[in-house]
């Protein structure tokens, strides 16, 4: 399955954003998907997964109550909403497609990221 993100931008401190991430390809195999960051000279790290049918999702601890992934099928198209952003949100934010794995998404295929950048 391809991705493509789309969203990204400069943002103030406070500010909500939404990112969205369009799967094409083999979208009727069954998958997860997910988001991934990676902020300057550091890591990238799991930032959230979303079940195929959408039921499931989980967030790390370090966005818990402030972003929130979502999917709709129909467009084969996830989202993460990204509210009360902080500078250390600032990243490259990849979109995934995997599976489940405890704590996280073990990614199949990725997309080429879209940056995000938080002032304060």
């Known amino acids: 399955v391809q991705l493509e993100e789309s969203g990204g931008g400069s943002v103030q401190t406070g500010d909500s954003l939404t990112l969205a991430c369009a799967a094409s390809g083999r979208t009727t195999s069954p998958y997860w998907m997910g988001w991934f960051r990676q902020a300057p000279g550091k890591e990238r790290n799991f930032v959230a997964s979303?079940?195929?049918?959408?039921?499931?999702?989980y967030t790390s601890d370090s966005v818990r109550g402030r972003f929130a992934i979502s999917r709709d099928n129909s467009k084969n198209t996830a989202y993460l909403r990204m509210n009360a952003l902080e500078p250390e949100d600032t990243a490259v934010y990849y979109c995934?497609?995997?599976?489940?794995?405890?704590?996280?998404?073990?990614?199949?295929?990725w997309g080429q990221g879209t940056l995000v950048t938080v002032s304060s």
């Open positions: 979303i079940s195929q049918s959408g039921t499931n999702f």
């Open positions: 995934v497609a995997g599976r489940p794995i405890p704590g996280g998404l073990l990614p199949d295929s």
